[in-house]
């Protein structure tokens, strides 16, 4: 215990010599906050990225996984018949493993679309009305719908089924080009990060070239003069990085939660996915090794215009 | 020790600095350098710590010469070269005893083993009560008698001082002066650049005289 007390009267004790320099020369704020911003910017088109890929995948699955069977109504035909059929459809639907859910347009629902061309209440009661069966599969590449088709053939011609993914087809083409311009956009600040990165570690050491030469002329080997700004780096690196990230995280889950339901919980789950994490949780130790690598290599090559 | 032979020396595309320059010193000399403003006595003294490489000429230091010593070899030649930058090049961010302590821990010492040495130093310039300043917040005298403390605190063989009394009184200047001396006392060969007449006339050493480029010997 007193030699605990000792030790810490001796690091106050006056005319102390740091050990490490290198955390004693603060880099430029201006450095700091340009990095920050970019890093900011980046996560911001990250994140946005991540959340719109996320959401079209949703949606192509969607209707890569659904189909719809539709049981008109026969001519001449009873009510009765055409209920009968509907059971016979949902008894098939039931015994099938593969149909994970699925949903049947009531009546109602029916009349209440048709009221904006016939009117209210004009419907005769017994009419028969087309009845639309909403499936949803587990994957459709394993489902046969062929013999599903043949199977409710047999109980009546008319019955329909098909795949709802042609519903979109026309418009998979416009989910590719968005996912494609969101992927440019991320490219695109990566690598005016990259860049940003490079001049800020340059603009960095050239500020301090007078401390570069006067070691120099000391007497300092390279990797003593590196080893004075590699500390600086890391902490500059890995600290601009943790900011840029949370404040990018936070400003896009204000601005998505304000036209988005949910978005907060989507953004999360969006997040929670090997690559992006991978990416997210790597940030902060590959932009500090980075800035480190630049700056070694600025180092060095002003070391070489000296004498 | 020191030989110069033929050194040319141009910035660039104005008129030579040093021209056709011969010098021989020998190991533990003591020389003033004088001659008028701009006359070359820091461009000189550049090239003797190895902060300029002459336009031509040979150039030789403890008996190496420098063109032929490799480049990993040279931190080890400078740190045998103590010197007093006529502006004092003190690192901003490091305080007065980190500052003159920076030889030592440069050359490998522990901080433990140099905290007594650098401590002495300090007090004898005169400073003990400023040890944990930033240069910026110090005085030009002040400065300079820090610049001074960290070209000795590694007992140089060779100690290049450029105006080192420039800036502070005459008390203060003597005192200096005797510490050069003690540090010549044990070997090291020093060379003053000075324009400062007085304090050249005060000690008997040989001049050397920086004109048109080139060295006038008045033993
Ligand atoms: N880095 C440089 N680039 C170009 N010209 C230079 C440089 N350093 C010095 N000079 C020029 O070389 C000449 C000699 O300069 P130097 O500093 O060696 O003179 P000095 O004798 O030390 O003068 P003073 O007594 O005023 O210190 C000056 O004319 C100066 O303009
Ligand atoms: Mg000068």
Redesign the interface.
Known sequence: MEKLIGMNKKKHF??????I?SF??RPPFFLFSLVTCMIFLMSISFYSGIYVDFKLDILEQKFEDSLTIQIPGTYGKTKKYHTNQLTKVINLIKQNPKIKKFNVITDQEAISLLEPWVGKNSLPKDIIIPTIIDLRVNKIKDFNIIQIEKKLKKISQNIKIFHNVKYIQPNLRTIKTIKIIVLTIVLITLLSLVFIIITSAKTNISLNS??IE????????KN?IAKEFIIQNLIMGFSTTIIGLIIGFLCIIFIGSLYFENFYIDLIKATINLRYLTFVLFLPIIIPLFFCLITYLTIVNNLKKL? | MIKLSKIYLNYGNNADILKNLDLKLTSGSFHFLTGPSGSGKSSLLKLL?????PTSGKLSIFGKDISEISK?DL?????K?G?VFQDF?L?D??TV??NV???L???GAR?RD??DH??EL?TWVGLNDK??AFPNTLSDGEKQRIAIA?AVIGRPSLLLADEPTGSIDSNQGDKIMHLFEELNKIGTTVIIATHDNSLVSQFDYPKLNLVNGKINRNE
């Not at chain 1, 006067?214 to 080997?221: C, D, N, P, Q």
């Open positions: 006056k005319g102390r010599i740091s050990r320099y004693k020369r007078n401390t006067i070691l120099h002329l000391i007497g300092a080997r003593y004498p | 710590f190895l902060g300029h490489v990993p931190p080890i030649l400078r740190r070269i010197v090049r690192l961010h490091l005893i980190e302590a920076l030889p821990q440069i050359a901080n140099i905290k650098v401590n300090i040890i944990d960290r």
